[in-house]
């Protein structure tokens, strides 16, 4: 009978394609979980600071650089995420990216006298910021970086627009709770009268 290794060799046709069709979609690349891609802007013929996003990180020895630093950046306009220690030392100030030569990764390397640019193909493009122990800060860094059309950039609401800031002390609320006590009053006695 020709009909058994017709439907044979279709069903073996069938599996080889969702078995590639698998492969293909178990090898693609996919964003992390929590990154959002960015989203392109037009932001005319320079990319000035309030459009970049940075997170800074201490990757040397000496304590509170990622906070200083990041007061820094913070006082040029930039947008900090965040700051705190980076997982091991390092030897060189790196700045990182999407691709080394994106315009928001070359506009935040120029604020550091000894930045390496390098890029890991992130999808939000957020810039980090890994310092060293020597770390030097640009006495003039160029305030912005001419760009051709338009820039991809995180698609981010500014953190001052996202929630109000909890205050760092927490107001005391009074509360009452009933006691189980019962309490007694004090009734008058009566007085003899003077007659």
């Not at 439907?7 to 693609?28: D, H, N, P, R, S």
């Not at 929590?34 to 800074?56: A, H, M, N, Q, W």
């Not at 200083?68 to 790196?94: C, D, H, I, P, W």
């Amino acid at each position: 009978m020709v009909v058994t290794p017709v439907v044979l060799l279709a069903l073996l046709a069938g599996i080889g394609f969702v078995a590639m069709w698998g492969y293909e979609q178990a090898t693609k690349v996919i964003p992390p979980q929590g990154l959002t891609p960015c989203i392109f802007k037009d932001v005319g013929e320079s990319l000035d600071p309030d459009e970049v996003y940075v997170r800074v990180q201490n990757g040397g020895e000496s304590s509170g650089m990622a906070r200083l630093t990041a007061t820094y950046l913070r006082a040029k306009g930039f947008r900090v995420l965040g700051y705190g220690n980076y997982s091991s030392q390092v030897e060189q100030t790196l700045v990182i990216g999407n691709s080394a030569d994106d315009p928001e990764v070359l506009l935040v390397a120029g604020f550091f006298d000894d930045a390496v640019t390098r890029g890991d193909g992130r999808v939000d493009h957020v810039v980090d910021v890994i310092l060293t122990t020597k770390t030097v800060q640009s006495k003039e860094p160029a305030m912005s970086i001419a760009v051709a059309g338009r820039v991809c950039l995180p698609n981010r609401t500014p953190p001052s627009e996202t929630a109000p800031t909890p205050s760092e002390t927490p107001t005391a609320t009074p509360t009452t709770t009933p006691t189980d006590t019962p309490t007694t009053t004090a009734t008058p006695t009566p007085t003899p009268s003077k007659k």
